[in-house]
C-alpha cells in the first residue's frame, strides 16, 4: 500500500479495554431477565480501521489474512461482510486493519474491531453518528446477526471510551454513565494496575457459550454467581467513587474467585498458580481479563516491584496500558 493511498484512506482508531467489575452480566442471556451492571475502562491500546474507495473492483480486505471478494456474500469475514451489508456499502471498496495487540487476548478486540469499522463507514457515508448508535448496530451485528454468545460491554467500551458504568435493562436499552472517580484515584488506578500476558485465550467462546446456555436454562448456580456479580460490580463502583483503590484491589479477588466458579473453562492450573504467586508477590487483587482461558492477568498491586520481578521470573510479559479517554474517532480522513 503506498503513502499516497494511505493519505486518502479513512482511518479510526478504536480502543481495547479492561473490564473492572460486573462482567458477564451484559450477555442477553442475563440481562433480559435481571438487567445488568458493568464498569469497564477503554485503554490505550487500539485497534486501526481504514477504508478506502479503490479503482479496481470487488471487495478487498486485508486483516491477518487476505480477501478479494467480487460481492459482500462472499466475503469470508463475517464482521466486515456484515457491517458492509448492514450500510449496502458498494464496490470497489479496499478494508484495511492493524492492532496493537491481536485477536484472542481477552481485551475486546471484536467489539472494538466492529465498532471502529462502523464508525469508518459513517464517515465515508459523510454522516455524524452518535457512539450509542455505532455501539448498538456493532452488538447487532455479533449478536442478533451472527449468534456470537458475547456481551454489550465491548462495543459501549469502545464507543465511549473514558472508565464508564453501563446499566443493561431488561428491553435492551443501555444507560451510560462515567464512573465518577477523582484525579487523584484515576492516576491511582494508572499505576497500581498491572497486565501480564499469559497467552492467546482460546475456549472464550465455549466459555460464553456454557453461560448463556446454562442462563437461558434456568441453571441456579450460574444465576446466583452472576447476581452475586452484579452487586460486587455495585460495591467496586461506591469503593472507587469514595477513592477506596485497597478495597478495590480486595474486591477483584472475590470477582475472580467466583468468576473461577462460573464455567470451567475460565480458569486453568497455569493462570491460577500465577495468580496465586501474584498475590504472593505484592498484588491485592486481581483476575483474569476476557472471559477466560487465557488473556491477560490484570491485578491491583501494592507493591508494584515486586510483582514485576515475580511474573518475570514466569516468564509473563507486561503490557503497559494507560486510559483512553476518546473512544473510537476518526484519525484521518480525505
Same mark, same amino acid.
Given at each position: 500500500?503506498?503513502?499516497?493511498?494511505?493519505?486518502?484512506?479513512?482511518?479510526?482508531?478504536?480502543?481495547?479495554?479492561?473490564?473492572?467489575?460486573?462482567?458477564?452480566?451484559?450477555?442477553?442471556? $442475563?440481562?433480559?431477565?435481571?438487567?445488568?451492571?458493568? !464498569?469497564?475502562?477503554?485503554?490505550?491500546?487500539?485497534?486501526?480501521?481504514?477504508?478506502?474507495?479503490?479503482?479496481?473492483?470487488?471487495?478487498?480486505?486485508?486483516?491477518?489474512?487476505?480477501?478479494?471478494?467480487?460481492?459482500?456474500?462472499? !466475503?469470508?469475514?463475517?464482521?466486515?461482510?456484515?457491517? +458492509?451489508? +448492514?450500510?449496502?456499502?458498494?464496490?470497489?471498496?479496499?478494508?484495511?486493519?492493524?492492532?496493537?495487540?491481536?485477536?484472542?487476548?481477552?481485551?475486546?478486540?471484536?467489539?472494538?474491531?466492529?465498532?471502529?469499522?462502523?464508525?469508518?463507514? /459513517?464517515?465515508?457515508?459523510?454522516?455524524?453518528?452518535?457512539?450509542?448508535?455505532?455501539?448498538?448496530?456493532?452488538?447487532?451485528?455479533?449478536?442478533?446477526?451472527?449468534?456470537?454468545?458475547?456481551?454489550?460491554?465491548?462495543?459501549?467500551?469502545?464507543? $465511549?471510551?473514558?472508565?464508564?458504568?453501563?446499566?443493561?435493562?431488561?428491553?435492551?436499552?443501555?444507560?451510560?454513565?462515567?464512573?465518577?472517580?477523582?484525579?487523584?484515584?484515576?492516576?491511582?488506578?494508572?499505576?497500581?494496575?498491572?497486565?501480564?500476558?499469559?497467552?492467546?485465550?482460546?475456549?472464550?467462546?465455549?466459555?460464553?457459550?456454557?453461560?448463556?446456555?446454562?442462563?437461558?436454562?434456568?441453571?441456579?448456580?450460574?444465576?446466583?454467581?452472576?447476581?452475586?456479580?452484579?452487586?460486587?460490580? +455495585?460495591? !467496586?463502583?461506591?469503593? +472507587?467513587?469514595?477513592?477506596?483503590?485497597?478495597?478495590?484491589?480486595?474486591?477483584?479477588?472475590? /470477582?475472580?474467585? /467466583?468468576?473461577?466458579?462460573?464455567?470451567?473453562?475460565?480458569?486453568?492450573?497455569?493462570?491460577?498458580?500465577?495468580?496465586? !504467586?501474584?498475590?504472593?508477590?505484592?498484588?491485592?487483587?486481581?483476575?483474569?481479563?476476557?472471559?477466560?482461558?487465557?488473556?491477560?492477568?490484570?491485578? $491491583?498491586?501494592?507493591?508494584?516491584?515486586?510483582?514485576?520481578?515475580?511474573?518475570?521470573?514466569?516468564?509473563?510479559?507486561?503490557?503497559?496500558?494507560?486510559?483512553?479517554?476518546?473512544?473510537?474517532?476518526?484519525?484521518?480522513?480525505?
Amino acid at each position: 500500500m503506498s503513502l499516497d493511498s494511505l493519505a486518502r484512506m479513512i482511518i479510526t482508531r478504536t480502543p481495547l479495554r479492561i473490564s473492572i467489575g460486573g462482567g458477564g452480566t451484559d450477555l442477553p442471556s $442475563y440481562y433480559s431477565r435481571f438487567g445488568g451492571f458493568v !464498569i469497564a475502562a477503554a485503554i490505550n491500546k487500539h485497534i486501526y480501521v481504514g477504508i478506502n474507495e479503490t479503482f479496481s473492483g470487488g471487495y478487498f480486505l486485508k486483516y491477518s489474512s487476505l480477501e478479494h471478494a467480487v460481492t459482500i456474500d462472499e !466475503i469470508r469475514h463475517a464482521l466486515i461482510r456484515e457491517a +458492509l451489508r +448492514l450500510h449496502e456499502v458498494p464496490a470497489p471498496i479496499e478494508v484495511v486493519s492493524m492492532a496493537d495487540i491481536p485477536a484472542g487476548t481477552g481485551l475486546g478486540s471484536s467489539g472494538a474491531f466492529t465498532v471502529g469499522l462502523l464508525r469508518a463507514v /459513517h464517515a465515508l457515508k459523510r454522516k455524524y453518528v452518535d457512539p450509542g448508535i455505532v455501539a448498538e448496530e456493532a452488538c447487532k451485528i455479533e449478536i442478533e446477526t451472527l449468534l456470537q454468545p458475547v456481551g454489550k460491554q465491548d462495543q459501549y467500551i469502545a464507543a $465511549y471510551g473514558g472508565l464508564a458504568c453501563f446499566e443493561f435493562r431488561e428491553d435492551g436499552e443501555v444507560s451510560v454513565s462515567p464512573l465518577n472517580i477523582s484525579n487523584s484515584t484515576l492516576y491511582d488506578l494508572e499505576e497500581h494496575l498491572l497486565m501480564f500476558f499469559t497467552g492467546y485465550s482460546r475456549n472464550a467462546s465455549v466459555v460464553l457459550d456454557d453461560q448463556k446456555v446454562r442462563s437461558e436454562l434456568g441453571d441456579a448456580a450460574m444465576l446466583d454467581n452472576l447476581h452475586f456479580i452484579k452487586q460486587l460490580g +455495585l460495591c !467496586i463502583k461506591l469503593a +472507587l467513587e469514595q477513592g477506596n483503590t485497597r478495597r478495590f484491589g480486595e474486591l477483584m479477588h472475590e /470477582h475472580w474467585l /467466583h468468576k473461577k466458579q462460573r464455567s470451567p473453562g475460565t480458569s486453568n492450573d497455569g493462570i491460577n498458580r500465577w495468580y496465586d !504467586i501474584g498475590r504472593e508477590n505484592g498484588a491485592i487483587g486481581g483476575k483474569l481479563v476476557g472471559a477466560g482461558g487465557g488473556g491477560f492477568l490484570l491485578f $491491583y498491586a501494592d507493591d508494584r516491584d515486586a510483582l514485576r520481578r515475580a511474573m518475570a521470573r514466569e516468564g509473563l510479559r507486561e503490557v503497559r496500558f494507560a486510559f483512553d479517554h476518546e473512544g473510537s474517532k476518526l484519525v484521518a480522513r480525505d
